[in-house]
């Protein structure tokens, strides 16, 4: 199963870009990466999604390097709704068993 | 209107019952999910569903029993055998799996 790792925390100011790396090493071949977003008290909600080199929706921007062992998703200028706890998932395409793991709590300050 | 709803938001419980917390989807989604979250932790698997009348276990199923009768329904029962049932209970749902997961509001539970 393969495992993530992201940062535990990260603060940013409004206006400045916030990139949050993860880790996923033992990453397969048909893994997806996929980033959620989850405020206080609610579920997760679907950030952004990808396979390699670089996708971007109107939230963020997700950058997937060639190896795919490591993944950077980029918010950019955030704001105090950004403040949320983010997390990276590598989906397994069969079984599902995804592991949300502890994520990020990104912090924006004004 | 499409969603995912849990009920209720809060639920308080006496140790030693069962609690059976409700989960539906209008979205037409094969693929169901719980997960349990603690205080200042991720997400935890608990069961999940892809398609009617099949379920696998996830990470943390001792405890729990769940059912799909209807594609549309996913009710988790948290057992007296769950030692620390106490948690924020998130259902989710998707097409499949490379599909994202839409979540529920989820349930806050409360057991002493």
């Known amino acids: 199963l393969a495992k993530t790792t992201q940062p535990i925390s990260m603060d940013s100011y409004e206006g400045q870009e916030v990139n949050i790396t993860c880790s996923h090493n033992?990453?397969?071949?048909?893994?997806?990466i996929t980033w959620y977003q989850q405020f206080p008290s609610q579920g997760p909600r679907f950030i952004i999604q990808g396979y390699k080199t670089k996708v971007t929706n109107e939230v963020a921007s997700l950058f997937i390097p060639a190896d795919r062992k490591s993944s950077t998703l980029s918010l950019p200028r955030v704001s105090l709704s950004d403040t949320a706890v983010y997390y990276c998932?590598?989906?397994?395409?069969?079984?599902?068993?995804?592991?949300f793991g502890g994520g990020t709590r990104v912090l924006v300050k004004p | 209107d499409g969603g995912i709803t849990q009920s209720p938001k809060y639920l308080f419980r006496k140790e030693g019952q069962n609690v059976t917390l409700s989960c539906e989807q209008n979205?037409?989604?094969?693929?169901m999910y719980w997960y349990r979250q603690d205080p200042g932790q991720g997400l935890r698997l608990i069961y999940y569903s892809q398609i009617v009348n099949d379920f696998q276990k996830g990470d943390i199923a001792e405890g729990y029993s769940v059912s799909r009768e209807k594609k549309e329904s996913f009710p988790l029962t948290v057992t007296s055998a769950q030692k620390n049932p106490t948690a924020f209970y998130l259902c989710?749902?998707?097409?499949?799996?490379?599909?994202?997961?839409?979540f529920g509001p989820g349930t806050r539970l409360t057991v002493t």
């Open positions: 033992n990453i397969a071949t048909n893994d997806y």
């Open positions: 979205l037409n989604h094969d693929a």
């Open positions: 989710a749902s998707s097409f499949g799996p490379d599909y994202e997961q839409y």
């Open positions: 998932l590598v989906d397994k395409a069969a079984g599902n068993k995804l592991t």
